[in-house]
Structure formats: structure tokens, C-alpha cells
């Protein structure tokens, strides 16, 4: 009576997909993220109430996000994907991206709802933003899963946002630490 009750550290230590490692807590259960999934889901359908959408997802972060999320909205839309990369080094954001596989979808005219797993630096959802603008879409806005609000110098801040997220490193639901823990079904801080 009385208690409070946690996750604890066992918990997760226990789960078989994460190969013996034990993650520092559980910090968005598979049921809060499926809640906020169907919460954006409406905002996104009641925001675009006409034009054509197109949902297009980061990959590879974002695959299970957009898997989630595209089955909330409630009105006619199309979903591709295209991979980024930046020059430099790993440690080293240059500021340069490039386009790695590029949407075969038509994005003149259409309302391009750009989907990302998280933004940290913000960097690379700069400069996509700035190669997607030269084709001329009807818009483009931004719907991250999680945002940690490091970056404030974003031209173009997500318009939708699943959470405001620590600044901790965070794998699970499309989330990697070297490809690693993309499939958990909740989100983790990794020790
Ligand atoms: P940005 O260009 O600095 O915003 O980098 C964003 C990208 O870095 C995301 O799409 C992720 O791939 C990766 N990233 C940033 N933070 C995390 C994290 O906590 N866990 C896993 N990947 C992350
Ligand atoms: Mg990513």
C-alpha cells in the first residue's frame, strides 16, 4: 500500500533482444508510443484537409514510425522513403548531404510530410529540407517521433512531435545503437 512502482533495470535485462546488455530504463513503453502515434496520426489527418500528401520517411530510423503512423491518418496519401547521407566525418557533421536513394515519387505539387525518428543537431533535416524545396512541392513539414530540442536554428522545426525527448542516446522502435535494438517495440536510454 502505498508504493510507488518502477521498471526497473531487471526488467529490461531480462528481455532476449537485447543480447545480455541491460538498457538504463525504459523511457516510452511500446503503449505510450502507440497513444501518441494515433494522437499525431489526427492532428496530421485534420491539418490536411485537401491536396495531395505524400508521407515521406528517413530512412533507415524511421521505418517503424512511419509503418505506425501512416495506418492513424485518416485521408488518401502516398508514402516513400529516401536515405541521406552527410559528407565528413562520423563525428564531424560537414553540413553537406546528399541523397542516397532519392523518391521515385513525384513531389511537385504535393504536400511532403518529411518523417524522422529524432532530431538532435537538426543538421541533416536542414539540408534535405533544402534539396526537397528545389522541387517545387505545395509544402513541406516535418513530424518527428522524437525531438530534443538541441536545435534552435532550424528554418523548419517539426510541425508535428511525438516527444520532447532527454539527451540521452535512445534505441528502440527504429532507433539503433550500430544497428543494433532497431526492433524493440519500447523506447530505451542506453547505459
Ligand atoms: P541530426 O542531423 O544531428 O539531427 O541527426 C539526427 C540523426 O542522428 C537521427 O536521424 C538518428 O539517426 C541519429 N540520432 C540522433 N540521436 C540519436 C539517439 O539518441 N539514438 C539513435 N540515433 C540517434
Ligand atoms: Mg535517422
Known amino acids: 500500500m502505498g508504493r510507488f512502482w518502477c521498471i526497473t533495470v531487471s526488467a529490461t535485462s531480462a528481455d532476449p533482444r537485447l543480447e545480455g546488455r541491460s538498457v538504463k530504463r525504459i523511457v516510452y513503453t511500446a503503449d505510450e508510443i502507440a497513444a501518441r502515434v494515433r494522437e499525431l496520426g489526427r492532428a496530421i489527418t485534420e491539418t490536411y484537409d485537401s491536396g495531395e500528401l505524400l508521407i515521406l520517411g528517413l530512412l533507415k530510423g524511421s521505418f ?7 495506418r492513424t491518418i485518416q485521408r488518401p496519401l502516398q508514402v516513400d522513403f529516401l536515405i541521406a547521407a552527410s559528407y565528413g566525418t562520423e563525428t564531424v557533421s560537414s553540413g553537406h548531404v546528399r541523397l ?9 505539387g504535393k504536400h511532403i510530410l518529411l518523417v524522422e525518428d529524432v532530431v538532435d543537431s537538426g543538421r541533416t533535416l536542414s539540408k534535405v529540407i533544402d534539396v526537397l524545396q528545389t522541387r517545387n512541392p505545395a509544402s513541406i ?3 518527428a517521433l522524437l525531438d530534443k530540442r538541441i536545435a534552435t536554428f532550424l528554418k ?6 511525438g516527444f520532447v525527448a532527454p539527451h540521452e542516446f535512445l534505441v528502440g522502435y527504429g532507433l539503433d545503437h550500430a544497428e543494433n535494438f532497431r526492433h524493440l517495440p ?3 536510454s542506453l547505459l
Do not use: G, N, Q, R
Open 100 to 108: 542516397v536513394y532519392d523518391p521515385e515519387t513525384t513531389l511537385e
Open 141 to 143: 513539414e516535418v513530424c
Open 186 to 188: 519500447y523506447i530505451a
Open 156 to 161: 523548419h522545426p517539426p510541425k508535428f512531435t
Open 64 to 70: 517503424i514510425f512511419v509503418s505506425d503512423l501512416v
